[in-house]
């Protein structure tokens, strides 16, 4: 039986209008526990007006340190990400499972493929990374964008591409082929390739490695699910993330 553990929310870092960063106050006595692989994800479970919510959520901490933090986007209708970017405050209790999950970080020369909240385990990636590491992260603003600032600061490769927002010396557009292309010059090979987002972009993104020579052995995804209500017309309204299904593709 799965087991959850009681955590003190310790910091609350606003990080754009609907998202935030939160960080868990984890005790001496579990904190070997709460050791984990950068690409793994806690579920945070909690009563909400009566009904108990589980989601998961991706961490964005190094887990080189003994920090447990996640990254939460609002999502229209989602009961849990409304209560996180909302409602919650320092000192809270929250339900947390165990870091799980196996889109994890392997390291070498990594290029990272990423759109909105997907950055949350990319990030986790990034922090512990000592090799090459490629990110092409797509948002539609800066302002809209998750950890832009301290992205930045990260010693990486960081190309940033935004489809409503013209930025110099990034891209104005959504991440596609040719933008992937731009960036990586055809240099394919000897890297590993993680891709985190929307279904639509791991699918093109897919299709577009493959096709120029990357093996699926080296190619990992994590896609976001959503859970769909019934009787609404307005579907994108109501769905909320309520996971993250790790895919890791193999020859």
Partial sequence: MNKFYSLDIKE???LTLDSVEIKFDIPSDISEKFKFKAGQYITIKNNINGEEIRRSYSLCSNPNTNEIAVGVKRVDG???STFLTKEIKIGDILEV???TGNFIFEGGNVVAICAGSGITPILSMMKSSNSAFTLI???KTIESSMFYNEIRDINSDNHFIF???EVEGCFHSRI???VIETVLQGDYKNRGFYICGPGELIDNTEKFLI??????SDIFFERFTLVKKKNVVDKSK???IICNITVIMDG
């Fill in 137 to 139: 992260y797509g948002n």
């Fill in 97 to 99: 499972m165990l870091p």
């Fill in 176 to 178: 596609n082929d040719s």
């Fill in 211 to 216: 096709k120029n020579g990357v093996k699926t």
């Fill in 78 to 80: 989602g009961k849990m």
């Fill in 163 to 165: 489809s409503k927002e």
């Fill in 238 to 240: 109501t769905d909320e």
């Fill in 12 to 14: 609350i870092n606003p």
